[in-house]
């Protein structure tokens, strides 16, 4: 996980941690107590990638799942990403979230938004030049959601 995860810090293209993120902060942030987190893998031998499943929010906003994905830099292209992102839908809704949501999509990640838009995720924001990019500097993220139940179903709330 820990080699993944460095590629992708590394290449300063998608996600917001430096090269100075330690082994422990990368650790918490993918096996920290709140986290659901899920490999695929070649058998014992290989890990081609990771996600990990968290509430978006505390409290009133814990119904709202989020997730994080990284595919080894080895197997982009293979549809790593699309049985991670199948999985962890499926997931979400077996641990009962009611929606989707992903905060901080950058605009550059063309792949993972063409993606995301296939498995039923609606850009709902945009965040003006707030991810800064390795090689291209200050770049749009997006707010990507996606409703994993019908409203008309959800359970009543407490007032």
């Known amino acids: 996980m820990w080699s993944i995860f460095c590629a992708h810090i590394a290449a300063g293209e998608t996600y917001p941690f ?4 330690s082994r422990e902060a990368g650790h918490a942030y993918w096996l920290g107590p709140e986290a659901a987190s899920f490999v695929a893998t ?3 031998d290989r890990m081609l990638g990771m996600y990990r499943l968290v ?3 505390v409290g009133r906003g814990h119904h709202v799942a989020n997730a994080s994905y990284m ?3 080895s197997a982009q292209g293979a549809g790593v ?3 991670l992102g199948e999985h962890s839908l499926a ?3 077996r641990k009962g979230y009611l ?15 063409r993606l995301w838009k ?3 995720f609606s850009i709902v924001g945009t965040l003006p030049k707030a991810y800064r990019h390795k090689r291209l500097g200050y770049v749009d993220a997006y707010v990507m959601y996606q409703l994993l139940q019908d409203p008309d179903h959800w359970p009543t709330v407490d007032a």
């Open 55 to 57: 509430p978006n929010q």
């Open 18 to 21: 430096t090269t100075a993120v």
């Open 91 to 93: 997931e979400a809704r």
């Open 118 to 120: 296939k498995l039923g």
């Open 42 to 44: 070649t058998g014992a």
């Open 81 to 83: 990403g699309r049985l």
């Open 99 to 113: 929606a989707m949501q992903f905060n901080y999509v950058v605009s550059t990640n063309t792949a993972a938004i």
């Open 71 to 73: 595919v080894s830099p």
